[in-house]
């Protein structure tokens, strides 16, 4: 395991004001769509959602909301040859508890995270939200990801429970030779349709795949909420289709003026600010393993798990490694309501297990009780293959020291610096989204950003940058977390999204909330 990193029939639009519209002839007929037709044409077939499963969670998951259904969606898989090969994008609809006003497409970030699971989710917990009485809630799996075809498909249930096959080196200690990753990428390729389908997942595609799907639900502008990567996905849909966006809120942005480097070492650096937050708690309690001084907690931390490196412990039937004791940690601290079992997770390495630990990525990772996997970590390989600067290995070495200087909790103790090859170096296609994007975008409408000013992996200034780059307002939320939009959490939070969603009225300057 890898340290992270790791919803029948035409709709109504939704006029500024809040008051529905006809969509009437909505096909697009500029460059951007010419030669599609047959795309933007078609109609989705709804039924039930029980062979879009990929997982026994996932099925019990889709079962939670009343009325969940799902549908298919055809693309082409190369938009610069629209007659060849298509690709089948899955899509989830969770209908409006009253009278619908339109869509609301979400994405719940990764890259790699399953829309569907995202709608369900997000229909859940905004049960009580006037937004899910006044909008259906649809999510798609994006190119590469869970019920979507080609899927992303780069190891078996097995390696992935054994940790054998990694995807990737950056903020790690994995050692890779250029023979590793060339024969990563093969093996992708051969699981997953050929070198062709790896090719075509990055996020301008998947952003190209949501105007097709707002096409096709009957809308001539979309409503959109992302989360985390989702809010990359919204804002280079911003940049590509600025015209056709309605309402657009992104939770806890990323800069998008950062290159990968630069982001990941922050992000790291939020992992550490978050680790001395648990530490500080954990030295008010009787027998915190990371002992009673927090300015001590990080080498005490160190002194536990870096031995896992030449000594893994048993946990499940399988090893916890030093790797995989970092990414349980990880996993936990995007939400604080995991600090205790993190805890737990150290006392146990301390006694010889790491149970707890390996438990916390499995949860992360959507790993379900039979030991059956999405392709979560696979797709996010996949996507930021496309997406993210290609680092040179010396590039490589530099960001595995700064990340152990932002965030030394994450440090083995030994020079790994040699082997940390990118595992996207003999990928078929050169990265296609490049940084910065979504810059001075004309015709925009009024977009919203929301913000946690302790968010451990995307930080508050990042959702600022992406706040200015887009002329967005800004909900800041004072309080620890990653994301809370679709959480249903916060009262205050509920109604500015509401508000902007179903009125399309943005919240005052120096607007704020409190966790």
């Not at 930080?459 to 977390?481: C, I």
């Amino acid at each position: 395991m890898l340290a992270v990193l790791a919803l029948a029939g035409p709709l109504a639009a939704c006029a500024p004001g809040g008051e529905p519209q006809p969509t009437g002839e909505s096909s697009p007929t500029d460059s951007s769509t010419a030669g599609l037709a047959q795309f933007y044409g078609q109609d989705l077939a709804w039924e039930a959602c029980e062979d879009y499963a990929t997982t026994s969670t996932e099925q019990k998951v889709y079962e939670l909301v009343e009325g969940t259904e799902c549908a298919r969606m055809a693309v082409p898989l190369d938009y610069e040859d629209p007659e060849g090969e298509e690709a089948s994008v899955a899509v989830l609809r969770v209908p409006a508890r009253g009278e619908s006003q339109g869509p609301l497409v979400i994405n719940p970030g990764g890259p790699g995270g399953s829309g569907l699971m995202g709608a369900v989710n997000t229909a859940a917990g905004m049960a009580e939200s006037p937004v899910t009485e006044k909008f259906d809630v649809v999510g798609f799996d994006p190119r590469g990801v869970g019920a979507t075809t080609p899927a992303i498909d780069c190891y078996s249930d097995a390696e992935a429970d054994s940790g054998e096959v990694a995807l990737g080196s950056q903020g790690t200690t994995v050692q890779f030779t250029e023979e590793d990753t060339r024969a990563l990428t093969e093996r992708c390729a051969e699981g997953s349709g050929g070198m062709e389908a790896l090719a075509h997942v990055g996020t301008r595609d998947t952003a190209r795949d949501m105007d097709v799907l707002r096409e096709v639900l009957g809308q001539e502008k979309l409503t959109y909420l992302g989360q985390s990567y989702g809010t990359r996905l919204g804002a280079v849909y911003a940049e590509q289709f600025p015209e056709r966006v309605r309402a657009m809120i992104l939770d806890s942005a990323a800069d998008p003026s950062q290159g990968t480097l630069e982001r990941r070492v922050k992000a790291y650096a939020g992992f550490q600010a978050a680790f001395n937050e648990l530490a500080k708690a954990c030295a008010s309690e009787p027998d915190c393993p990371l002992g009673d001084d927090p300015a001590q907690a990080t080498e005490r931390f160190q002194e536990i798990v870096q031995p896992l490196r030449e000594n893994p412990v048993p946990a499940q039937g399988v090893e916890l490694t030093f790797d995989g004791a970092v990414g349980g940690v990880i996993s936990g601290l995007y939400a604080p309501q995991n600090w205790e079992d993190i805890i737990t997770g150290i006392r146990e390495v301390e006694q010889g297990r790491g149970d707890t630990l390996l438990q916390l990525s499995y949860a992360f990772s959507l790993r379900d009780p039979e030991g059956g996997w999405p392709n979560q970590n696979e797709a996010n390989h996949a996507i930021n293959c496309l997406d993210e600067d290609r680092l040179s290995p010396e590039e490589g070495a530099e960001l595995r020291q700064q990340t152990y200087e932002q965030a030394p909790f994450m440090d083995p103790g030994v020079d790994v610096s040699d082997g940390a090859r990118d595992g996207c170096e003999h990928w078929p296609a050169e990265p296609t989204l490049g940084f910065p994007h979504a810059e001075d975008i004309e015709g925009l409408p009024e977009t919203l950003v929301v913000a946690l000013t302790q968010d451990p992996t995307t930080p508050y200034e990042g959702s600022e940058a992406m706040a200015a780059s887009l002329g967005s307002s800004l909900l800041t939320v004072e309080g620890q977390g990653h994301t809370i939009v679709a959480a249903g959490l916060s009262d205050c939070v509920n109604q500015v999204a509401a508000d902007y969603l179903i009125e399309l009225k943005t919240p005052e300057e120096g607007a704020s909330c409190t966790l």
